[in-house]
């Protein structure tokens, strides 16, 4: 052969090659679920906007622009985009993330809801298992996704940067796995979140200067988008376009700081079939209310014969706070797309809903259509899908979630409780202070001394009738403590809401952890007695739950995974106020039982 015929061949071949990787490319982004489990995929997220110029050469934009509400604001995206990109893996797949940060905030990515089974340095709380990323470094998260499948989410996790960074984390199940329900016609992410005029990292920091409760946000949001029920906004409305007779897969998530909401399709029902990325025993529902870091899949069957084309659905608050809330309702179109039916053209960017009925949400506090929704979750509890809930507890904990105040400092003006002092949220009394160093770097280094305490206490350390009058001290007490907790101990905790300053509805979230949830109730927990009302067949596992307000929940959880694990609530108001904190597990004697050394690029402080 030739050296000509054998460069014009091999040129050939480099070709073909690029085709099919193009083909294949093309392949995944378009059906993400029949692609091979098991493989490693690369993502990367710029922090601010990418703008490539007509040049080979590109430049970053650090902001973008984005008028909601007839005002033009600037926010901090990733890869330009709001919400942020869609990540897209299989169970057993590896997800490789490199996070490039250009803008002048800190920035650290948590994976909400990942096991991070040996990755705790893939968390991403930050100063808890690493050291936000600064401005000009990168990061790359690394971890393998076990035994879930279902909506997940990621978000930004220091301050509340989360506002405008967060975006959905899609996991399919296992190449030639099937769903335990009937395949849907199509999937579709719906994520809530909540949209601020002012800029929410110049709110919160005025309210910790305060001590006051912080502004509300302006309006809420169906994927970035306010709706028509909202000042000049009827162009930026959320339509979900549907098919008479299909089934559709909503994958909800609530992506609100500091809200539970209620959400509802007016002369539709749904049928829950997942929570958190785990299934469960499907349930029929016209009305779902989904706490901040939850996630709930919903399967959505449309009408074979509409009898209108365009109906609205619609989302509002759940709160028994006594503070300020944004009591606003958020609404988006659901349209049939129907030949024997005038429906709306699909280019029509404002929608009317003058004429169109609203459904009805229950009561804003009405904590009794919480309960009993909440008390529908089962898990599937298959031989498939077992719920291998700790039958026997080795450590038992007691932990009082709620408000509380710090002393206003000495030639200041507070704005807080009686405006004397500033709002304050503990666990236990304890309001966990942030170090200046990540917790997980100073525990696998042993360099804990300065940095926090293994003594949280297990129990309060006064006791009073929680869910009754409030004690007349409110102060907390403010600390960083963990719990330090050995391999393999099986845990249970009950906590507990108080009257302090407003009983109150807490959303829970455990990082590195699924959680059984086998207990919950109103008043004070009765130890002799709610134990024996426990479901321990099939309890609902999560990684957040909603302790009930002016009530109690017990969960249970094996400690298999080594690390730093923080739990807090997921209302950013009350994380700010230091509602959380740490749980350190100890390595095991196998292996595959331990923490794997930090990457070579961890951030430093």
Not at 22 to 30: A, K, P, R
Not at 57 to 78: A, F, G, P, Q, S
Not at 434 to 441: D, H, I, K, R, S
Not at 555 to 579: E, K, Q, T, Y
Request: charge should be positive; aromatic fraction near 12%; include cysteine.
């Amino acid at each position: 052969m030739s050296k000509h015929a054998y460069i014009s061949i091999t040129h050939r071949l480099m070709q073909i090659n690029q085709l099919n990787f193009h083909i294949t490319f093309l392949f995944i982004l378009l059906f993400p679920e029949f692609v091979t489990a098991g493989v490693t995929r690369h993502y990367k997220f710029d922090i601010g906007l990418l703008k490539f110029t007509k040049s080979i050469n590109y430049t970053y934009e650090l902001l973008k622009n984005v008028t909601r509400l007839c005002k033009t604001k600037t926010i901090v995206t990733v890869n330009g985009k709001f919400p942020g990109p869609r990540v897209v893996a299989r169970e057993g797949d590896r997800l490789v993330i490199k996070v490039v940060n250009h803008v002048s905030n800190n920035v650290s990515i948590h994976w909400h809801g990942i096991r991070q089974l040996q990755s705790g340095w893939a968390d991403g709380p930050a100063y808890v298992t690493q050291c936000p990323i600064q401005t000009g470094q990168s990061y790359v998260y690394n971890f393998t996704i076990t035994g879930q499948r279902g909506p997940l989410w990621w978000h930004a996790h220091i301050s509340w940067m989360r506002a405008t960074l967060y975006g959905p984390l899609i996991i399919y199940p296992q190449h030639n796995a099937s769903y335990p329900f009937a395949k849907p016609h199509k999937e579709v992410p719906i994520i809530f979140g909540e949209w601020w005029n002012a800029n929410t990292e110049a709110v919160i920091n005025q309210a910790l200067v305060t001590g006051a409760g912080p502004n509300v946000s302006d309006s809420y949001t169906i994927n970035g988008l306010p709706g028509p029920l909202y000042n000049c906004s009827a162009k930026d409305t959320f339509k979900l376009k549907v098919k008479p007779g299909k089934t559709y897969m909503l994958r909800i998530i609530n992506a609100a700081l500091n809200d539970d909401l209620f959400f509802r399709i007016a002369n539709h029902t749904m049928a829950v079939v997942e929570a958190d990325a785990l299934y469960v025993k499907p349930f029929e529902t016209d009305i779902i209310v989904i706490t901040p870091g939850q996630t709930t899949n919903v399967l959505l069957k449309t009408h074979h014969n509409p009898q209108q084309t365009t109906f609205v659905m619609v989302a509002r608050p759940y709160f028994t706070g006594q503070g300020t809330f944004d009591n606003s309702t958020i609404a988006g179109i659901l349209m049939y797309d129907d030949d024997h039916h005038n429906s709306p053209p699909s280019s029509s960017n404002n929608i009317s809903i003058k004429n169109l009925p609203i459904p009805t949400l229950p009561p804003i506090n009405s904590t009794s259509f919480v309960s009993n929704f909440t008390n529908k979750f089962r898990a599937l509890a298959s031989v498939k899908f077992p719920a291998n809930v700790p039958r026997n507890v080795d450590k038992h904990f007691f932990f009082t979630v709620g408000l509380g105040s710090n002393p206003c400092p000495k030639n200041q003006t507070c704005q807080g409780p009686n405006n004397s002092s500033k709002f304050a949220a503990s666990v236990n009394n304890v309001s966990m202070i942030l170090p200046n160093t990540a917790l997980l770097q100073s525990y696998f280094f042993k360099k804990s001394n300065g940095v926090y305490t293994s003594d949280f206490p297990s129990v309060p350390l006064v006791s009073f009738n929680y869910t009754g009058t409030s004690p007349n001290n409110t102060n907390v007490s403010n600390g960083t403590k963990v719990v330090v907790l050995p391999f393999n101990t099986s845990v249970e905790v009950v906590m507990q809401d108080t009257s302090i300053l407003g009983a109150e509805s807490h959303p829970l979230h455990l990082h590195g952890y699924n959680f059984y949830v086998v207990g919950q109730g109103f008043g004070n927990f009765d130890p002799k007695n709610d134990p024996a009302n426990y479901n321990l067949v099939d309890p609902v596992e999560r990684n957040t739950v909603g302790v009930p307000s002016g009530g109690w929940v017990a969960i249970r959880f094996l400690a298999d995974n080594p690390g730093v694990w923080l739990m807090h609530c997921h209302f950013d108001v009350h994380l700010s106020w230091g509602l959380r904190m740490a749980w350190i597990v100890l390595d095991g004697k196998l292996p595959n039982q331990k923490l794997l050394p930090p990457p070579a690029d961890l951030p430093m402080c």
